[in-house]
């Protein structure tokens, strides 16, 4: 099934948790939103950005992670480091982008 922004915008400030070899890392959903669609053929649903943000002192590096969420359940996602956005707080900042297919 794929995610939509329906789904994931209320979620915004809301827990996950990254299950990595060093143990469980806390993570927040700190933005959602669509990407352009640009040239994407129908069969994929809208593009999705998501960022969160985690401890500076256990950073990530770019990798798949399994995270662990209250309402979305697990989801495997490839976590990107960013940069710090100018106007966000302390911490270590990731992208997420979906493309999916439409079921």
């Known amino acids: 099934m794929a995610l939509t922004i329906q789904q994931l915008a209320p979620q915004v400030g809301s827990s996950f948790t990254a299950l990595t070899q060093g143990g469980p890392v806390p ?25 969160l943000r985690g401890p500076d002192d256990k950073p990530l590096v770019q990798a798949s ?7 979305l359940g697990q989801q495997l996602w490839l976590l990107v480091p960013v940069a710090r956005p100018e106007s966000a707080q302390q911490g270590s900042f990731y992208e997420i982008i979906l493309s999916q297919l439409n079921d």
């Open 27 to 51: 993570l927040e959903l700190i933005d959602a939103e669509e990407r352009r669609r640009g040239g994407l053929p129908p069969r994929f649903a809208t593009p999705l950005s998501l960022l």
């Open 65 to 71: 992670y399994q995270l662990e969420h209250p309402v």
